[in-house]
């Protein structure tokens, strides 16, 4: 019967350093050819939007369609994200997870992930451009992977918000020294690597700016007409990573707004398991376009409903759908799919 998560089962299902073992895991699922990933697709009528995108993983006796509308005109933020999950060998309903605060985790641990293969593993200042709902996390990912990191530059158009983003990840890694309200101008050319993850439409920063071996984990943008980062970004990148060819070639906003070709970029994938080359000099710079994967979603929500069925977490529910019962059902032969 099917198990019902919510985002505080998720809290303590799903720890940062799980979300990146099981996007590491998403990941070579691809390489190998042992997944199946669906890009997302967009349908709306008038101001109401709808989102689906899905994934099968035999291996993991595992498929998910994740879905989640956007109503309100003024956000591009969903009012409920859903994962539904099945089993490949059975067809059955194995769980209905809520992914807002998966979504968090897994979107930050693509970056982190991206970061200990193309970052320099001396890095230690961060330029964090956001500080909406994504921003904290991706903090809190990168200091899982980056042993050297101390500092963590926070640029936000709100100053207010900005400074409750730096209270925040001060209270979260008092190791850290995080400075709050600091210019795009002023904080990229100092980090050894820059997240952006924001709702712009319009580069956050000249790409003239970025020092030599910079990392840049672009995480906002996943609208073919909005971009975070400039054409100077990607001419003075010696490596472009997408997570999927697939999704890119639809709503890499940051390369086809710019008029570039999202096939020129290596996937992620390829990166991680070391078929494409990464990083090959200290001075180069390195940019991953993270537009997160249902794959992604798929690893982890089988993953926190695996651990919820052993910790018995959960609202286990009753659809009158159990197919071991259904076996021993008259022959429904007759029955229509309406």
Known sequence: MPRVLDDQHIDGLLPP????????????????????????????????????????????????????????????????????????????????????????????????????????????????LGTGFQAPAQITALAGVLPKL??????????????????????AHP???????????????????????????????????????????????????????DRTSFHRAAHVSVDSAAVAALECGDLLANDLDPGEASEFSAVLTGSVPGRVDGDDITVFESHGLAIQDLVCAAGVLDRAQKAGIGTVIDLGTDPVAREHEPDRSQRRDI
């Not at 439409?201 to 020092?211: H, I, M, S, T, V």
């Open 17 to 128: 350093e799980a979300a990146l073992a099981d996007v590491r895991t998403a990941f070579e699922l691809l390489a190998a050819g042992e997944a199946w990933d669906e890009p997302r697709r967009r349908s709306g009528v008038g101001r109401v939007r709808l989102n689906i995108m899905s994934a099968i993983a035999p291996a993991l006796d595992t498929i998910v369609v994740k879905s989640y509308p956007v109503v309100r005109a003024e956000s591009n933020r969903a009012s409920v994200i859903t994962v539904l999950v099945y089993s490949c060998a059975s067809g059955e309903l194995r769980g209905l997870v809520g992914a807002d605060l998966l979504g968090q985790r897994r979107t930050a641990a693509a970056s982190a992930l991206a970061t200990e293969v193309l970052a320099r593993p001396d890095s230690a200042t961060v330029c964090l």
């Open 175 to 229: 190791w850290l020294d995080v400075e709050p309200g600091i210019s795009a101008e002023h904080a990229v050319p100092r980090a050894d690597v820059v997240v952006t993850a924001t709702g712009a439409a319009e580069p956050l920063f000249d790409g003239g700016l970025l020092r030599a071996g910079t990392h840049v984990n672009a995480v906002g943008s996943n609208h073919a007409a909005r971009r975070e980062l």
């Open 150 to 171: 101390r500092t963590v530059l926070v640029v936000g158009r709100d100053p207010d918000r900005a400074s409750r983003t730096a209270a925040a990840l001060r209270e």
